[in-house]
């Protein structure tokens, strides 16, 4: 069997950046699953995936343009302090789901004024060119219930590294909330 739309794909995956750091890795924990073609996984490596077999390895290099998307400068914006409500501490690196014209969108704080946050709604990884180091552990055929749904059901696999933190966050494949993979690494949904 081959990967190819409406397959539920296994795979391993060592997620690098172009300058070879390594940012993720399943190898040392459970493989990720997820169904192809169902848009939870970023485009420039599903492409890479279309075709292969269990067993296959390759590596995978991807432009920041077909992962997490470019770093977008209007996605970084300052807010008032009373857009937190009755926070009282807050830190960078601190995670939000804020509300935006577009809808709900995961933020990191990333410096905090006197008055204002500036909080960051890119991807931690827009504007990266990434590798993947991938082993395809396990092809089968979607079911029906999985193919309306959009992800995996539960038992059927792991999450990208298992990032329970990221789950609880913004959902599973980099925010989307329809896949099963973690919000900074990896897999991910194409947020831009």
């Given amino acids: 069997m081959t990967i190819s739309d ?8 060592r997620l690098s950046d172009a300058q070879g750091q390594l940012i993720e890795s399943s190898f040392d924990g459970e493989p990720m699953v ?15 995936l279309t075709g ?12 920041a343009a077909d992962a997490y998307g470019e770093f977008q400068e ?5 807010v008032p302090v009373e857009a937190f409500g009755d926070i009282e501490e807050i830190v960078p690196g601190m995670r939000f789901i804020a509300e935006t014209d ?20 890119n991807h931690p990884l827009a504007g990266v060119a990434l590798s993947f180091d991938v082993e395809i552990v396990d092809i089968r055929d979607a079911s029906a219930e999985e193919i309306a749904h959009g992800h995996v059901h539960e038992g059927s696999g792991g999450c990208c590294g298992g990032d329970s933190e990221a789950k609880a966050e913004g959902g599973c494949c980099g925010g989307g909330g329809n896949g099963d993979c973690n919000g900074s690494g990896g897999c991910g949904g194409h947020h831009h």
């Fill in 52 to 63: 292969k077999q269990v067993g296959d390895k390759l590596t995978a290099d991807v432009a």
């Fill in 6 to 13: 409406h397959k539920v794909v296994t795979l391993h995956y």
């Fill in 34 to 48: 997820y169904i192809h073609g169902a848009d939870n996984m970023i485009p420039g490596l599903e492409s890479q």
């Fill in 74 to 78: 209007a996605l970084r914006q300052e």
């Fill in 102 to 121: 577009a809808g709900q969108r995961p933020v990191q704080v990333v410096e905090v004024k006197d008055e204002t946050i500036v909080v960051d709604g």
